[in-house]
């Protein structure tokens, strides 16, 4: 079956911007991550929901960042007044169940350059 | 606070047996995995474990120690298609979902 997508696969930007990152996790998956990564490092943790609800989002690092999944399965981040250090790879992943030692399956992410 | 160390860059021969150590502080424990994330693309699951012991999947085999917050991905018969980034990372912290990653081990699998 389909795997998790992410759309754009890139997105330039200008310092400032407002950007909107979207992903469609797999079918049936009711837990869904954000992770963003940068360039030789592992993924950093943004934001977790189980369902429409945002289970867990301390790894959001200012009010710039927010992400919303109104039906529970398509779910946007969305970042306000893009900084340059903003650019990075945002991954988002999917898993079966709120259980959260459930295997997290990744999406090919969305790399943001912001100018 | 949360730490999770593994070492930066590993290099390996074809056909060898490498290890690759993880150790981690952490403020909860529900599980430690594995990923593979090959350059450019997404990471992918290897092994998961939550009770210590040694976790065997074919020629990938991963142990967990929690008493002593360590863990090791044991890759045997290596390959060229083995040469990646191995991340190590805690799931289900208390009070929250978060899984920590660490930064990943680069390995390289020479001929």
């Known amino acids: 079956g389909a795997g998790v997508s992410q759309t754009p696969s890139n997105k330039v930007t200008e310092k400032g911007k407002y950007v909107e990152l979207r992903c469609d996790p797999i079918s049936g998956h009711t837990a869904l991550y954000w992770y963003r990564q940068s360039l030789g490092q592992g993924p950093e943790f943004l934001i977790y929901f189980q369902g429409t609800g945002a289970a867990d989002d301390s790894g959001l690092p200012n009010d710039r960042f927010f992400a919303v999944r109104p039906e529970g399965s398509v779910s946007t981040l969305k970042i306000q007044r893009t900084e340059r250090g903003d650019s990075a790879v945002y991954l988002c992943?999917?898993?079966?169940?709120?259980?959260?030692?459930?295997?997290?399956?990744f999406g090919p992410g969305t790399r943001l350059t912001v100018l | 606070g949360q730490n999770i160390d593994q070492p930066t860059e590993m290099t390996a021969t074809e056909g060898a047996i490498v290890q690759i150590n993880c150790t981690y502080q952490t403020s909860g424990f529900n599980g430690l995995f594995w990923y593979q994330q090959h350059a450019g693309e997404a990471p992918t699951f290897l092994s998961y474990n939550v009770l210590d012991g040694l976790e065997e999947k074919g020629r990938f085999s991963s142990f967990l120690s929690r008493s002593k917050g360590y863990s090791y991905l044991l890759l045997k018969e290596l390959q060229m298609k083995d040469s990646a980034s191995y991340l190590c990372a805690v799931g289900g912290h208390t009070g929250g979902f978060k899984t920590i990653f660490g930064a990943g081990t680069r390995l390289f699998v020479k001929a």
């Open positions: 992943a999917s898993s079966p169940g709120p259980d959260s030692t459930d295997t997290q399956y």
